[in-house]
Structures are given as C-alpha cells and as structure tokens.
C-alpha cells in the first residue's frame, strides 16, 4: 500500500461532536466541541479542548465545571449550530429549543432532549497552543431509562449517537463485533480442541 506523507496534524477521527453545557440554570451557554474524550477509569476523567477566544472558555475556567451532553444524530443541526455561533449574541437554549434540566453536582444545565449527560468539575487547565485542554473528573451521569433494559445493562446503541470525522458528521452505524473478540475467538478454538 502506497502512502503520502504528511507533517503532523489532527486525523483521529472519528471523535464525538458533543454539546458542552455551562454557566448555571439562569445563565448559560453551549458550545460544541469534537475535542473529549476520555483519560482515566479510576477515577472517570474526561477533557475538552476550547480556544481562549470562545464564549464559553471563560464561564467554564470562572466557574470550574461544565456538562458534556452526547449528541444524537436528530439534533445534529442544533449542534452545528451551537459549533458556529457565538453565546454572547444569541441565547442558544431558546434559540435550539432545548430544555434546561438541573445537574446534581454541578450548576451548569444538562441539555434534557441528549440521551446522556455527564457533569464535569475541572481539575486543571492545560494550555497546548490553539486551544487549553480542561483536564475535569466525571462526578454524575444521567442515562436516558430508554438505553438500560430490565437487566440494567446500558445499550448505547440505541442513542444513534454522533460521529464527527474531517469536516462531516456520520451516524455511527451498525455493530461490528464485541469489545474482546479477538480472545473470544481463541477461547472458542482451544475448548473445541478438547
């Protein structure tokens, strides 16, 4: 396979498009992000990346905490455009028509209409050049009762959540195999050798 070399740059896409809620439930703002993801286990630590320049950088650097609402392939537009405009000139909750809900342990809202929201508290501020990367522990989830069944096992399929990857966003489409399906499939080989 012939390759092209490039110099170093951002390609590791897939990542999530994700809503980041913050400020309190009378003052608040979104901001889209495909900067997160996860750093730890033990304890949940997760991050957002934002330029110094966005409206939201500062309330969440004032305030210390923010939600990471996950986004459903049914309100990708409304998270496109909390990506594009500015908090300071319009009011994105009533301009998207989301739902405040209230967190319990953070005053920043939960968007209600995302299947998950996870409540962030930031533990260090990092910055990295275009952007400061808030390092933030995971303090409280909220699940959508729709994706546990009556085991409660989490079925995060059913959420059609969101992937953004070189400038387009994609449904993450269908299951391809369980996480340990390599070592399921030796398992299998050596008890049929028996």
Known sequence: MKKQVWKGTVLTSPVPPVMV????????????????????????????SLRPSRHSYGIIKEKG??????TPTSLIKKADYCGIYTGKKVNKFEKCGFTKAEATEVSAPLIA????????????????????????????VHVDEALVDGEGKLH???ADLTAYAHGDYYSLGKKLAPFGISVKNKKKHTHNKK
């Open 21 to 48: 809620s913050c400020g309190d439930m009378e003052e608040s703002n979104i901001v889209t992000v495909a900067w997160t993801g996860t750093v730890n286990t033990k304890p949940p630590m997760t991050y957002i």
């Open 65 to 70: 905490e923010f939600v990471i609402n996950l």
């Open 113 to 140: 209409e995302c299947p998950i929201n996870l409540e962030c508290k930031v533990e260090d501020i990092i910055p990295l050049g275009t952007h400061d990367m808030f390092l933030a522990e995971i303090v409280a």
């Open 156 to 158: 995060l399929e059913r």
